[in-house]
């Protein structure tokens, strides 16, 4: 295993695999919806590719947790690469349906394993501010390689066609695959190695703690409120607010960029003030911005709205990932706690989805918003418990 010196190298490393698997998924993904209307499907069915694509990601942040436990993280990571790269080949038959489907399943595959085993070595090299500014400035890189994916995609839509997507992808995905190869020297099985203590993520027979316990309900009702409103932001935008749809692009970039520019301020403050008070005041924070997406009267208004909401977004990721680290030992119980939560949240994010368009259909287009504005914010009481549980367990490195 590499020595203290390798550290941060090995952090760089991530957060470059960070930005370049996040380019190469949203370069496939980010208009997926596009891709599939130009093959002729409907919208039931595009809605049932990206509920395949969501389960897929879900299942495999489990996989993904238990291997990182058996046999450390960074096999994990090679096997996240593999499968998109491997698919890269078949980019000439991209527009037929069995193709389309291996893909979207195989990058959902893809997308859960990653983001699972690297947040998981990520928490046991934390730099010199600690594991939540490390956790700001990975989802930086993540953030803005998925901003930056966006318009590559289009432009290889218009350049060569929508088949191309799917050999930049591949592409992109063979290139990260020897950095993460470079990481084994770095910091070798990390993940998979035993220790004496146990934190309360997971009980050594597999039971779930009870601080686990909670803070996978809050996250479940969490993520299920904020995938409840996601898609329905730019349709909102169409149909209430009346803009073109080059605005609703623009209002969805303010949101992206708000919190590009604020996910390492978050990890700082998730520093200084702690895990479980900053998640607790994303949650709620989070109602607010999404109840007052409602009040907007223009693309000015709703654009102060949601670059506020980007920058409440921006403390998530930092705050939930160091939390999780806090309630569990490194080594094998903090990779698997690391795959169940993503695991949980999955799950929680395909209810969202189906949840959020049922209630746009039957009670109208402000409905979503603050509906799961209410059941979000029941979330707060729960993080709030964890608040001196996060302390006392915190890691001392």
Do not use: C
């Amino acid at each position: 295993m590499g020595g203290p010196e390798d550290h941060g190298s090995a952090r760089f490393t991530l957060y470059y695999l960070a930005f370049s698997v996040t380019l190469a998924h949203g370069i496939v993904t980010t208009l997926l919806s596009l891709y599939l209307n130009a093959m002729g499907y409907g919208g039931a069915q595009i809605g049932l590719f990206n509920a395949g694509f969501t389960v897929a990601s879900a299942l495999a942040s489990w996989a993904a947790g238990r291997m990182s436990a058996s046999r450390g993280y960074v096999t994990a990571l090679l096997l996240s690469l593999a499968p998109p790269a491997a698919l890269a080949p078949l980019f000439p038959l991209a527009m037929t349906p069995l193709v389309t489907i291996t893909a979207v399943l195989v990058y959902g595959l893809s997308n859960g394993a990653f983001g699972t085993a690297a947040v998981g070595l990520l928490s046991e090299i934390p730099g010199r501010w600690g594991a939540a500014v490390s956790f700001g400035a990975f989802y930086t890189a993540v953030v803005l390689g998925r901003t930056v994916s966006g318009a590559l995609a289009g432009a290889i839509i218009e350049g060569m066609g929508y088949e191309y997507l799917l050999l930049a992808g591949g592409l992109l995905m063979a290139a990260a695959a020897p950095s993460a190869i470079l990481l084994r020297g770095k910091v070798g099985a990390r993940g998979a190695s035993r220790v004496e203590g146990r934190g309360d993520g997971l009980r050594s027979r597999g039971g779930i703690s009870r601080p686990m316990t909670v803070l996978l309900v809050a996250l479940f009702l969490h993520t299920m409120g904020f995938m409840s409103v996601s898609p329905f932001f730019s349709l909102y935008a169409l149909e209430e607010l009346r803009l073109s749809e080059g605005l609703i692009g623009t209002l969805m970039s303010i949101r992206s960029a708000g919190v590009m520019v604020s996910e390492i301020a978050a990890g700082y403050l998730t520093a200084a003030v702690g895990s479980a008070e900053v998640l607790a005041a994303h949650v709620l924070l989070s109602s607010v911005s999404w109840s007052a997406f409602t009040l907007a009267s223009g693309f000015w208004s709703a654009a102060a709205i949601l670059l506020f909401g980007g920058v409440v977004g921006a403390l998530d990721m930092p705050a939930r990932r160091t939390l999780i680290s806090e309630l569990s030992t490194p080594g094998e119980e903090r990779a698997r706690s690391m795959g169940l939560v993503d695991a949980v949240t999955g799950v929680a994010s395909a209810v969202g989805y189906l949840l959020g368009g049922l209630i746009w259909d039957r009670f109208g287009p402000k409905s979503p918003f603050l509906v799961a504005s209410l059941y979000n914010a029941s979330a707060v009481p729960l993080l709030l418990l964890l608040r001196k549980r996060g302390r006392d367990r915190a890691s001392p490195d």
